[in-house]
């Protein structure tokens, strides 16, 4: 009889004694599936936001911000400086000939979260000139589009999901007055964190003059060099220019930490896993103890019964990771999350299980079941047949 | 004393069934206590390192970044029960590398003079010397320490903040420094006049991140904070007015609902816990049923025999939820303490109570299946091994 086959044998007649000690196999199920469902749960928080900021960054639009600022929050756009911006080498066209620029203005407003009427920081921000063109993803799904000078606003859909007194028709509080919501707009990325409106209206209401940023269309992602070339070298000009997507691939820093808690519950909990996990499967080898015996005895080698202790325990390990990666699936998917930042604004977003978390979530069942059965399956191998025999 | 020999013999009937279960609890309660403790415990220090309730931050309703009009100062000044008010305007820098960091934070000398922040120690002479050089700035030890400045020293810091010559660049003139008495606003920041900053940036001119009042009468705090809200309710400037602790806590809410994700976490934890446990318990009275048919046959009453059951998995518990609350107390509450720079907290004995109350009811519950169990054994089926 060939090595593997033993293998196999000993596997099989392993498992058909599993539905006999249903308690003790659940330890593993139940453990595990705990384990990953959360693990898989916080890492789908933290990945869909940076999934989304990274979603909304596109190669052929670039972001010119001020050579000091990082962040849009912290930076500064003179109107003259966003006339030369537009006027740029590069720079796509709307079909009226217009170059394809949108100065805009980033401000935040707090408003109170569904969730737990937490007033939280939302974006405002205020778009001009030829935003249609520059971002043609913006689809408004429900009400109007928001008309320039009148102080109006237009909700991304999953922030209204996420905040209070967003529906269409309702009066949101910023300084100077209050503004109607006249619409709802989609995108499909973090864009739908915001509230969308008129760059001069709202920098009125926010006493500014000068613009935070200003995006443009390229003609062709190729052209980026020319269009930031001609912007460093102008000596009047002191900016940053950035491509879209390479500005948003940072993600935000509070998704990284979510992602670094994630895998830090995750291993805390994987390590209270893995001592019922060893618990159970010791308890199921001293409970096969005469029938290993048995085996051994009549010259089955001890590596076949390593093999069928260590394929029972990961077996209950990956089906109790597949329950878990599911509780977690159907829990999250097609809800909705928002992330802020302490003196920042939120990113509101859809949550999505993605099928590589899934993976990493099975990934640790699999090695929590491989480290759980390793020290029962090495005692089992080592069983002194004639003691066991005698033993029963 | 020989029932509770009895119930230490039992524990350690199976040492490694024993000791690996209580590694779970362990584990379990360590997280516990990492979670739960670093709430409460973030809590409380923020209430005590700031719970200065003498001071009132008053602040845009709108977002703190909205800002206030300097203008609104006289106004509040004229409050009855203010002592003195003061704004408040904090921004970023760097010296040479985005990485040398400095907090700066805008005052008016004037009313610094006559009302000195309480938490921190500058002298009035250095803020003399800054009321008479436009440019001046009083600079914290820590920041002196840190990059070797001397007073007399001419320092450009790069911020975010524009100029009206477009430039970003802001160059300070060092005329004094001052240490930090407590944690907050430590000695890692520099002042700066607010008449030279407001003329030279290029927007947001007149206008501050808010106001700082100190009140006479610390206990009517609530009803003059109330006061100045009500008088710019329906204004274009909105006011939100609270302690500086108040405030602190409303800005990290903002992150997300991370009571409830704790809370879940914990939940799901526990729940796996109570399922590991909890069969291991069952598993361990099946294993000792002739004994306890034994116990029986010496008279043991049942309800005995459900006390040893319970003390068991009580002693266990409840044991092992306090060493993992300690561990996370000893172990990881220092390196929580450096990831934020606020030192190692004290865990609060509300979470030591709450977890050994949980680690008690999670005992109650394994130890129901395996009591019932007991109770209903056939003493002479139990002795032959049936």
């Known amino acids: 009889m060939s090595a593997f086959r033993q293998m196999a044998l000993v596997t099989a007649m392993g498992l058909s004694t599993l539905p006999e000690r249903p308690g003790r196999a659940s330890v593993i199920v139940i453990g595990i599936a705990g384990v990953v469902g959360v693990l898989v749960s916080m890492l789908t928080l933290g990945a869909s936001v940076s999934e989304s900021m990274r979603a909304a960054g596109r190669s052929d639009r670039a972001i010119v911000l001020r050579n000091s600022a990082e962040k849009e929050h912290e930076s500064a756009i003179f109107t003259a400086e966003a006339q030369a911006i537009a006027d740029a080498p590069g720079v796509a066209r709307t079909r009226d000939g217009k170059p394809a620029a949108s100065a805009e203005l980033l401000a935040t407003v707090n408003l109170p979260r569904k969730l737990d009427d937490v007033p939280s920081g939302v974006m405002v921000r205020g778009m001009s000139g030829s935003a249609a063109t520059v971002r043609g993803e913006i689809r408004v799904v429900g009400g109007r589009m928001f008309a320039p000078g009148l102080r109006e606003l237009i909700v991304g859909r999953v922030l209204r999901e996420q905040f209070t007194g967003l529906d269409v028709g309702s009066r949101v509080t910023l300084p100077g007055g209050e503004w109607t919501v006249v619409g709802t707009y989609e995108t499909g990325d973090m864009w739908e964190s915001m509230l969308l409106t008129d760059a001069k209206t709202l920098m009125s209401a926010y006493h500014r003059n000068v613009f935070s940023s200003v995006t443009v269309l390229l003609e062709s992602p190729a052209v980026f060099d020319r269009f930031k070339a001609a912007l460093t070298s102008d000596p009047t000009l002191s900016v940053k220019v950035m491509r879209e997507s390479e500005y948003y691939s940072k993600g935000s820093e509070l998704s990284g930490a979510v992602i670094i808690l994630s895998y830090l519950i995750g291993a805390i909990m994987a390590a209270g896993a893995l001592f019922g996990a060893l618990n159970t499967m010791y308890s199921s080898v001293s409970a096969r103890s005469l029938e290993i015996a048995t085996l051994r005895a009549i010259g089955f080698p001890g590596s076949s019964v390593v093999v069928s202790v260590l394929v029972e325990s990961m077996l209950l390990a990956m089906l109790g990771g597949l329950i878990g990666a599911l509780i977690s699936w159907a829990v999250l998917s097609g809800g909705t999350f928002s992330l802020g930042s302490p003196g920042g604004s939120a990113v509101a977003v859809e949550l999505h299980v993605a099928p590589p978390l899934v993976g990493i979530g099975l990934a640790w069942a699999l090695v929590m079941g491989l480290l759980g059965g390793v020290l029962p399956a090495v005692r089992a191998a080592r069983l002194p047949v004639a003691t066991a025999l005698r033993a029963s | ?386």
């Open chain 2, 1 to 386: 004393m020989k029932y509770l020999v009895l119930v230490w013999a039992g524990l350690w009937r199976k040492p490694a069934r024993t000791v690996l279960t209580a590694l779970s609890v362990i584990t379990a309660f360590l997280l516990y206590g990492a979670l739960n403790g670093t709430m409460v415990s973030f809590d409380r220090w923020i209430g005590q390192a700031m719970g200065d309730t003498a001071v009132l931050w008053t602040t845009s309703r709108v977002n703190l970044s909205a800002g206030l009009p300097i203008g609104i100062v006289p106004v509040i000044e004229r409050i009855e029960g203010i002592a003195a008010v003061d704004i408040t305007h904090e921004f970023n820098s760097y010296w040479q590398e985005p990485e040398n960091g400095v907090g700066v934070v805008v005052i008016d000398v004037e009313r610094r003079m006559r009302h000195p922040s309480p938490w921190s120690v500058v002298s009035k002479a250095a803020l003399e010397q800054m009321r008479r050089l436009r440019t001046g700035t009083v600079v914290g030890s820590a920041v002196m320490k840190k990059y070797g400045w001397k007073i007399g020293d001419r320092v450009p810091l790069t911020t975010g903040v524009a100029r009206k010559d477009r430039s970003s660049i802001w160059v300070f003139d060092i005329v004094g420094t001052y240490d930090a008495a407590a944690a907050v606003s430590g000695a890692d920041q520099i002042w700066i006049n607010y008449d030279y900053f407001d003329e030279a940036r290029a927007f947001g001119n007149g206008r501050v991140t808010g106001m700082v009042s100190v009140i006479a009468d610390p206990s009517r705090a609530t009803s003059v904070a109330t006061q100045i809200d009500r008088l710019f309710a329906n204004s274009p400037n909105e006011t939100l007015t609270r302690s500086l602790g108040d405030m602190v806590r409303a800005e990290l809410d903002q992150i997300t609902n991370i009571k409830l994700i704790i809370d879940i976490v914990l939940s799901a934890v526990l729940f796996t816990l109570l399922f590991v446990t909890g069969n291991t318990m069952m598993q361990s009275v099946v294993d000792r049923i002739p004994e306890i048919a034994v116990l029986k046959t010496y008279g043991f009453s049942d309800a005995i025999i459900a006390a040893l059951i319970l003390s068991e998995a009580v002693l266990l518990c409840v044991g092992s939820a306090l060493v993992g609350i300690a561990l996370a107390a000893v172990v990881l509450f220092p390196l929580i303490g450096a990831a934020f720079r606020i030192g190692t907290l004290p865990m609060a004995p509300s979470v030591v109570a709450v977890g050994a109350a949980i680690a008690f009811g999670l005992a109650c519950l394994i130890a129901l299946p395996p009591v019932w169990r007991a109770q209903r054994l056939n003493v002479v089926d139990a002795l032959a091994g049936r």
